[in-house]
């Protein structure tokens, strides 16, 4: 026998305010079309004045008990990722730990950018295979519209607010790739690359910043890591391509997605795709895509799924699951 990480429950969180791409025609030189185009983002959710990322996250872990019939007592410990916590500390998983109403176990967050969620899918397998936890909750959420520079129309187009999350579960499988679960992980930075996309605050500024990118620069890593964090990652589970049945990427650029698809050999009928409707939610992208897909009817229990993600640092990787 041997130990797997299965998801128990899976649920999101969108605040109720759509912005549509043409609302950035009045103050910016942009078009719908151009922002279509180049990315597929259609609109995305912003986040009402007050509302905090703990906030999301404490809607769509809600949603992920309730969708896997247990209560926040239930829970051994909380994982989540995000780059856009309410308050420098303490971390926005104890302020969710406290929202449940949890007492017990340990929450922390987790910190990669748009990798936060492959990051701390990967930590909550290991907290989970090492016996310190049998039931994690893992969330991403992010509140990008506080750190977006409103007059950059290469930046504030592309994010959006957003929160998902995934209850994990320790169970027993056979250790060959037809278990449910976490099957093989693959985790990677580059901190050489910390300039080409980066928040221009923080500590050492005493104040919180605005996201800088070089989007040509992000966008060459991006489909070139990818695709490779994806085979690796499939490698070790000792599949392919073909058992794929879902790619559910990070949710930035609908090329980038293609590119990456294309690259690993899979075609887009079999990849989840949400960034039309909720933009580049960093870390909050994936659990979003997860819990969509879920609903939609696309991903159902049994099917081989292949999330990667890539974001500042660089930092990227990829996580192989069986739903
Ligand atoms: C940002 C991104 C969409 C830009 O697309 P691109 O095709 O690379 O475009 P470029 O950056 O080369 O810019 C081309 C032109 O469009 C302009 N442009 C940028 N944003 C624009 C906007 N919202 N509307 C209209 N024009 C815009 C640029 O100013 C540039 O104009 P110029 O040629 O006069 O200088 C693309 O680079 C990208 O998606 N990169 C990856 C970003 C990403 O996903 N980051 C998150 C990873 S976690």
């Known amino acids: 026998m041997t130990a797997r990480a299965q998801v128990r429950g899976v649920g999101h969180y969108l605040p109720d305010r759509v912005v549509p791409n043409a609302a950035f025609e009045d103050t910016l030189d942009t078009t ?15 986040a009402a004045e007050g509302q905090t990322t703990s906030d999301l996250a404490t809607r769509a872990a809600r949603a992920a008990l309730e969708d896997a019939g247990l209560e ?78 409103w007059t950059d129309r290469g930046t504030c187009v592309l994010f959006g607010d957003g929160a998902g999350a995934l209850i994990l579960e320790r169970a027993e499988g ?23 996309l980066y928040v221009d605050g923080g500590v050492a500024t005493q104040t919180t910043g605005h996201l800088r990118m070089q989007g040509k620069e992000v966008f060459r890593h991006a489909v070139e890591k990818l695709a490779a964090t994806a085979h690796t990652a499939l490698d070790r589970a000792g599949l392919g391509p073909e058992d794929v049945d879902w790619i559910v990427p990070h949710q930035a650029n609908l090329r980038i997605i ?7 050999g899979v075609p887009m009928d079999k990849v989840v795709v949400t960034v039309q409707d909720h933009g580049n939610t960093s870390a909050a992208s994936i659990p979003l895509a997860l819990s969509v897909g879920v609903a939609r009817g696309q991903i159902s229990r049994g099917d081989l799924v292949v999330t990667e993600a890539i974001g500042g640092g660089l930092a990227w990787g990829a996580v192989v699951l069986r739903w």
Not at 125 to 147: D, P, Y
Not at 178 to 186: N, W, Y
């Open 72 to 149: 926040a007592a239930d829970l051994d410990a909380i994982v989540l990722a995000t780059s856009t916590a309410d308050l420098t500390f303490p971390s926005a998983a104890t302020m969710v730990q406290a929202n449940l109403g949890m007492e017990r176990g340990f929450a922390f967050d987790v910190q990669a950018v748009c990798a936060g969620f492959v990051y701390a899918l990967t930590n909550a397998n290991a907290l989970i295979l090492s016996g310190q936890a049998q039931r994690v909750l893992v969330i991403g959420a992010e509140t990008f519209s506080r750190i977006m520079d």
């Open 32 to 46: 719908d079309e151009w922002i279509r185009s180049r990315t597929g983002i259609e609109r995305r959710h912003f």
């Open 174 to 196: 056979d250790g060959t790739a037809a278990d449910r679960g976490i099957l093989a992980t693959d985790l990677h930075s580059d901190g050489r690359h910390r300039d080409i």
């Open 258 to 264: 293609k590119a990456t698809a294309s690259r690993m």
